[in-house]
């Protein structure tokens, strides 16, 4: 059942051959077996994630069932679900019980999916290893010396491992693209607006966006499908009609199903500073992309060398903003001891926030300062403005952009920790595509070393459709995206 796609559950359970309430424990025996190990969850709740199967099991018995209907879905912990602890990582909001759910959440509840549970992510979804949250690494299952990437990396490990059929994660500069590609899995992150923020805990809201993370692009389909949607308590929700995003991966098109497909090969994606190996992969799969009709194009973004630096003014910036509200006042972690409300600030927020948050604090309070605003966060948006244009005279050129999702395979847990620079690096190629606000999606395409490589696809706005059945017919003719680690299979 752990290897079945999430079509195929729907099935199964449709047709009575397993329960809501049977699949729902396997899933549970399967996290306290091996999260131990991984630590990819923080909250688990056993008899809330049953009782939703009971009621998954009497709409399946009523026939009132749609595609998720009792299959269990891991959250990542940044989505406020009412009832649950709801902790985006930090002691700051340890012991925080949300009183609603998010609009994710919602609609997934609505769709008859089972909660499974709250999966671990760095502190405020700020890192690229999930290595600064407050309650411990989480480890790739491919290699537990390994990070799964960030900031969805709980998520990414859940899936990896076989302890939740998918799982959601946010998408802010490649949090759910790099951890995809470093634990094996298709991850997509959509259009942004396409998916609801509402009790999304903010990061940067110009730049985050929820997105799946499943095995493979058909079941990301049928997530995304459940997750998009208009929601009018979100002013950045694009008011759009309902999409299927399954509806192109079912049709037959000959053996040469992507003719007329161009895909674009910009140059700044295969220079020095991506590992060799990953190059090699990337060359191989784009090689099956033209075996399956596509042609390919060479094109250039040339200001995609300055994502990086733009990115880290803008996104602090908005950080500063959005962590204001977290001052020990109304809820969260407050200092135990202090002497008046200035001294209870300080305190609350030096010790409810890590390393990385308070870092990315301080830079952004201080790109917004009086004399530093027009230097820094101005410029900052001005290169946004570059890069987007860029890619708008690339889709003149192309369909579908593709690359590398990572420029290394996963590195050893703390081996950048002391080298912020590097680890931002880390993202160099997903970046552009949150300053943009472009959809797109990262799928495996090989293993370099025993550790698995990721391709990234980059779509036009409201592509994702599209760009779901390209990744699908690759992923059709090859078989990576099925290969699972070692030590997590079903007999162990």
Same mark, same amino acid.
């Given at each position: 059942?752990?290897?079945?796609?999430?079509?195929?559950?729907?099935?199964?359970?449709?047709?009575?051959?397993?329960?809501?309430?049977?699949?729902?424990?396997?899933?549970?025996?399967?996290?306290?077996?091996?999260?131990?190990?991984?630590?990819?969850?923080?909250?688990?709740?056993?008899? =809330?994630?049953?009782?939703?199967?009971?009621?998954?099991?009497?709409?399946?018995?009523?026939?009132?069932?749609?595609?998720?209907?009792?299959?269990?879905?891991?959250?990542?912990?940044?989505?406020?679900?009412?009832?649950?602890?709801?902790?985006?990582?930090?002691?700051?909001?340890?012991?925080?019980?949300?009183?609603?759910?998010?609009?994710?959440?919602?609609?997934?509840?609505?769709?008859?999916?089972?909660?499974?549970?709250?999966?671990?992510?760095?502190?405020?979804?700020?890192?690229?290893?999930?290595?600064?949250?407050?309650?411990?690494?989480?480890?790739?299952?491919?290699?537990?010396?390994?990070?799964?990437?960030?900031?969805?990396?709980?998520?990414?490990?859940?899936?990896?491992?076989?302890?939740?059929?998918?799982?959601?994660?946010?998408?802010?500069?490649?949090?759910?693209?790099?951890?995809?590609?470093?634990?094996?899995?298709?991850?997509?992150?959509?259009?942004?607006?396409?998916?609801?923020?509402?009790?999304?805990?903010?990061?940067?809201?110009?730049?985050?966006?929820?997105?799946?993370?499943?095995?493979?692009?058909?079941?990301?389909?049928?997530?995304?499908?459940?997750?998009?949607?208009?929601?009018?308590?979100?002013?950045?929700?694009?008011?759009?009609?309902?999409?299927?995003?399954?509806?192109?991966?079912?049709?037959?098109?000959?053996?040469?199903?992507?003719?007329?497909?161009?895909?674009?090969?910009?140059?700044?994606?295969?220079?020095?500073?991506?590992?060799?190996?990953?190059?090699?992969?990337?060359?191989?799969?784009?090689?099956?992309?033209?075996?399956?009709?596509?042609?390919?194009?060479?094109?250039?973004?040339?200001?995609?060398?300055?994502?990086?630096?733009?990115?880290?003014?803008?996104?602090?910036?908005?950080?500063?903003?959005?962590?204001?509200?977290?001052?020990?006042?109304?809820?969260?972690?407050?200092?135990?001891?202090?002497?008046?409300?200035?001294?209870?600030?300080?305190?609350?927020?030096?010790?409810?926030?890590?390393?990385?948050?308070?870092?990315?604090?301080?830079?952004?309070?201080?790109?917004?300062?009086?004399?530093?605003?027009?230097?820094?966060?101005?410029?900052?948006?001005?290169?946004?403005?570059?890069?987007?244009?860029?890619? =708008?005279?690339?889709?003149?050129?192309?369909?579908?952009?593709?690359?590398?999702?990572?420029?290394?395979?996963?590195?050893?847990?703390?081996?950048?920790?002391?080298?912020?620079?590097?680890?931002?690096?880390?993202?160099?190629?997903?970046?552009?595509?949150?300053?943009?606000?472009?959809?797109?999606?990262?799928?495996?395409?090989?293993?370099?070393?025993?550790?698995?490589?990721?391709?990234?696809?980059?779509?036009?706005?409201?592509?994702?459709?599209?760009?779901?059945?390209?990744?699908?017919?690759?992923?059709?003719?090859?078989?990576?995206?099925?290969?699972?680690?070692?030590?997590?299979?079903?007999?162990?």
């Amino acid at each position: 059942m752990i290897e079945r796609s999430l079509r195929e559950i729907a099935s199964s359970l449709a047709e009575r051959r397993i329960s809501s309430v049977e699949l729902t424990r396997l899933y549970l025996d399967r996290i306290a077996r091996h999260n131990p190990a991984l630590n990819a969850f923080i909250t688990i709740d056993e008899e =809330a994630s049953l009782a939703q199967a009971r009621a998954a099991d009497e709409r399946l018995r009523r026939g009132d069932a749609g595609p998720l209907t009792g299959i269990p879905i891991a959250h990542k912990d940044i989505f406020c679900s009412e009832g649950w602890l709801t902790t985006c990582g930090s002691r700051m909001l340890a012991n925080f019980v949300s009183p609603y759910d998010a609009s994710v959440i919602a609609r997934f509840r609505a769709a008859g999916a089972v909660l499974l549970g709250k999966t671990n992510m760095d502190e405020f979804a700020m890192g690229s290893s999930n290595e600064t949250s407050f309650f411990g690494p989480v480890r790739n299952p491919w290699d537990l010396t390994r990070v799964p990437g960030g900031s969805s990396g709980g998520s990414a490990a859940a899936v990896a491992a076989r302890l939740a059929p998918a799982a959601t994660g946010t998408d802010t500069g490649g949090s759910i693209r790099q951890p995809a590609a470093l634990c094996n899995l298709t991850g997509m992150k959509p259009t942004y607006g396409v998916v609801s923020r509402y009790g999304m805990i903010a990061f940067a809201s110009s730049l985050d966006q929820g997105g799946p993370l499943a095995r493979s692009a058909e079941d990301c389909a049928v997530m995304l499908s459940a997750m998009a949607g208009f929601d009018d308590r979100d002013s950045t929700s694009l008011d759009r009609p309902a999409e299927d995003f399954f509806r192109d991966l079912v049709s037959d098109r000959g053996s040469r199903p992507l003719s007329g497909l161009r895909i674009g090969l910009p140059a700044e994606f295969f220079d020095a500073g991506c590992d060799r190996e990953i190059i090699e992969l990337v060359d191989a799969a784009v090689a099956d992309y033209r075996r399956l009709g596509a042609e390919t194009v060479s094109i250039s973004l040339p200001n995609m060398r300055l994502s990086v630096p733009a990115y880290y003014v803008i996104a602090p910036a908005e950080a500063s903003s959005n962590l204001a509200r977290f001052d020990g006042v109304r809820y969260g972690y407050r200092a135990a001891e202090y002497h008046d409300l200035i001294d209870m600030y300080r305190k609350t927020r030096a010790q409810g926030f890590g390393a990385e948050v308070k870092r990315r604090i301080l830079i952004g309070t201080y790109v917004l300062s009086h004399g530093y605003y027009d230097a820094y966060y101005l410029q900052a948006q001005r290169i946004r403005r570059l890069i987007a244009n860029d890619f =708008a005279e690339a889709f003149r050129q192309c369909d579908v952009i593709a690359g590398p999702t990572s420029p290394t395979t996963a590195f050893r847990l703390g081996e950048k920790a002391a080298d912020p620079v590097q680890m931002y690096l880390s993202d160099i190629y997903t970046i552009a595509v949150n300053l943009a606000g472009l959809p797109a999606v990262s799928i495996p395409c090989g293993f370099a070393a025993g550790l698995p490589a990721g391709l990234q696809l980059i779509g036009n706005y409201f592509t994702e459709a599209r760009l779901l059945d390209v990744a699908h017919r690759y992923q059709m003719v090859t078989g990576w995206h099925l290969q699972h680690p070692r030590g997590f299979d079903s007999e162990d």
